[in-house]
T-cell receptor, first 112, second 113 residues
Framework: GQQLNQSPQSMFIQEGEDVSMNCTSSSIFNTWLWYKQDPGEGPVLLIALYKAGELTSNGRLTAQFGITRKDSFLNISASIPSDVGIYFCAGQLQGGSEKLVFGKGTKLTVNP | GAGVSQTPSNKVTEKGKYVELRCDPISGHTALYWYRQSLGQGPEFLIYFQGTGAADDSGLPNDRFFAVRPEGSVSTLKIQRTERGDSAVYLC???????????FGEGSRLTVL
C-alpha cells in the first residue's frame, strides 16, 4: 500500500529548543495534515495544508506542503513541556478516495 | 456534545465473540471514517462513509469486519468471531464533507483475550 515515511521516529529535546519533523512519500498527495496524539486520546488536528507550496502557521507550529506534493514538514518553535506527545503526518492521495494515509509518528519528549 | 463520541471506551471480550463499536460524529459532518491503531503505530484506515454509503471499504482486513451507517449519522463497526489479533484501539473520525481535516474521537480500546 501507499507509504508515508515519517522522521525522526523519536526526539529528545530541551525546553525552549526548536523542533523539525518531516514526511516523505513516492506518491503525490492532494492534502497534508499534521496531528498530535496524547496517551489514551484520539489524534488532534494541528494544521491542514491544501496547496503545493503552502506554508501555514498555528501559534508556534509551522507546516509546509512540499512543492513536489510528495513531502511536508512540521516545525515547532520554542518547545514547552506540553508539546510532549506523538506527532503524525497524514495525507490524501491524488486520485484516491478521501481516506487519510498516516505516517508512523514522531514521539517528542521535552525535558524541562 | 461538540466532538466525535465513541462507545464503549474500553471493551474486553473473549476470542470468538461478537463485538459492536459505536461512533457518533460531529453534527452536520457527512463523512465518517473508521481507523484501527495498534501500539506504536499510526492509525490504519478501515472504511469511509459519505452519507449512508461506504465510499471506500478497502481497509477492512477480512469479512469478519463490517460497518454500517444507516441514517447517515451514527455508525457501528461490527466484528464477528473476534481474534486476539483484533486487539487495538478503534478510532472514528468525521469530516464536514471529506475534503477537509478529519476530527477524531477518543477511540474504543478492544482487548480480545
Amino acid at each position: 500500500g501507499q507509504q508515508l515515511n515519517q522522521s525522526p521516529q523519536s526526539m529528545f529535546i530541551q525546553e525552549g529548543e526548536d523542533v523539525s519533523m518531516n514526511c516523505t512519500s513516492s506518491s503525490i498527495f492532494n492534502t497534508w495534515l499534521w496531528y498530535k496524539q496524547d496517551p489514551g486520546e484520539g489524534p488532534v488536528l494541528l494544521i491542514a495544508l491544501y496547496k503545493a507550496g503552502e506554508l501555514t502557521s498555528n501559534g508556534r507550529l509551522t507546516a509546509q506542503f512540499g512543492i513536489t506534493r510528495k513531502d511536508s514538514f512540521l516545525n515547532i518553535s520554542a518547545s514547552i513541556p506540553s508539546d510532549v506527545g506523538i506527532y503524525f503526518c497524514a495525507g490524501q492521495l491524488q486520485g484516491g478516495s478521501e481516506k487519510l494515509v498516516f505516517g508512523k509518528g514522531t514521539k517528542l519528549t521535552v525535558n524541562p | 456534545g461538540a466532538g466525535v463520541s465513541q462507545t464503549p471506551s474500553n471493551k474486553v471480550t473473549e476470542k470468538g465473540k461478537y463485538v459492536e463499536l459505536r461512533c457518533d460524529p460531529i453534527s452536520g459532518h457527512t463523512a465518517l471514517y473508521w481507523y484501527r491503531q495498534s501500539l506504536g503505530q499510526g492509525p490504519e484506515f478501515l472504511i469511509y462513509f459519505q452519507g449512508t454509503g461506504a465510499a471506500d471499504d478497502s481497509g477492512l482486513p477480512n469479512d469478519r469486519f463490517f460497518a454500517v451507517r444507516p441514517e447517515g449519522s451514527v455508525s457501528t463497526l461490527k466484528i464477528q468471531r473476534t481474534e486476539r489479533g483484533d486487539s487495538a484501539v478503534y478510532l472514528c473520525a468525521s469530516s464536514l464533507n471529506g475534503q477537509t481535516g478529519l476530527f477524531f474521537g477518543e477511540g474504543s480500546r478492544l482487548t480480545v483475550l
